[in-house]
């Protein structure tokens, strides 16, 4: 049987993000979230997108899958200009958001039937709950799952879909330190084996590090870019390492915290 990572496209999508600045208005007032951000991603590129709480990072991801239209400023997906949602471009959020009344099969099949493909998603779902491992627990309701297991079932019911680039938005956020560590790991095989494009937005310097091959630092409301690197080392990471020591260092100085050093 072929997997869900095995069927997709050999490589992700590009991206272009050119210019872009949005706002919301509250009472009526503008209120400015991001701030002429410009950069581009390659395929298969692994970018963390890091920055102060309430800067404008999860916005920037919701303009990148089309759920929104910027005010200022292009958004490109492999050079065709983002004009709305497409299911080559899927976002995970921080809450698994599974539907409580349908089992593990039925919410990752949802990622097929919202799309209205056709025909018995048996074998696929089967592959999705796989890459993620979750077979045993197929038939289980979402309140029987532990906060990592419905962070694996949401990911496989974006998985199923077999994206060209993941966006994830603080997907770890909410779990425990173990289970955040496992599935970090778990995400970076997928990601190697899959070669998708992935967007990620964390708090957390450390995983940035970990994970991401560029680490983009935005500055607070509206964001713009403040610092970016590329993470010089190989896979897979370790926290104990000078490199890595050095690279932590320089992105806590270029979000202001000098003292954590």
């Not at 490589?11 to 050119?18: D, E, N, P």
């Not at 680490?215 to 713009?224: L, N, Q």
Request: hydrophobic share 45%; net charge negative.
């Amino acid at each position: 049987m072929v997997s869900v990572l095995e069927a997709s496209s050999a490589t992700g999508s590009s991206v272009q993000i050119s210019r872009v600045s949005h706002a919301y208005r509250s009472g009526g007032v503008p209120v400015e979230v991001i701030d002429d951000v410009t950069f581009g991603v390659d395929p298969g590129e692994f970018v963390a997108l890091l920055g102060p709480s309430g800067c404008g990072k999860s916005t920037l991801l919701r303009l990148v899958a089309g759920l929104e239209a910027p005010d200022e400023g292009k958004l490109g997906a492999d050079m065709v200009r983002v004009t709305g949602p497409d299911p080559s471009r899927l976002l995970v959020f921080q809450d698994p958001t599974l539907f409580p009344w349908r089992t593990v099969r039925q919410n990752v099949a949802l990622g097929l039937e919202a799309r209205g493909v056709p025909g018995d998603h048996g074998a696929a779902v089967d592959a999705a709950l796989a890459l993620v491992g979750l077979e045993s627990f197929a038939e289980a309701l979402p309140h029987q799952l532990s906060g990592g297991m419905a962070q694996r079932a949401a990911l496989a019911r974006v998985l199923i879909n077999q994206p060209r680039l993941l966006l994830l938005d603080e997907p770890f956020g909410k779990l425990d330190a173990l289970t955040r560590m496992t599935l970090q790991g778990e995400l970076l095989k997928l990601w190697q084996t899959g070669r998708f494009t992935t967007l990620l937005v964390t708090h957390d310097v450390e995983e940035a590090l970990l994970l991401a091959q560029r680490v983009i630092v935005f500055g607070r409301r509206p964001a713009r870019i403040e610092f970016e690197t590329e993470v010089d080392l190989p896979y897979p990471r370790h926290r104990d390492t000078p490199r890595f020591i050095t690279l932590r260092r320089e992105i806590l100085a270029a979000l202001g915290h000098e003292q954590d050093l």
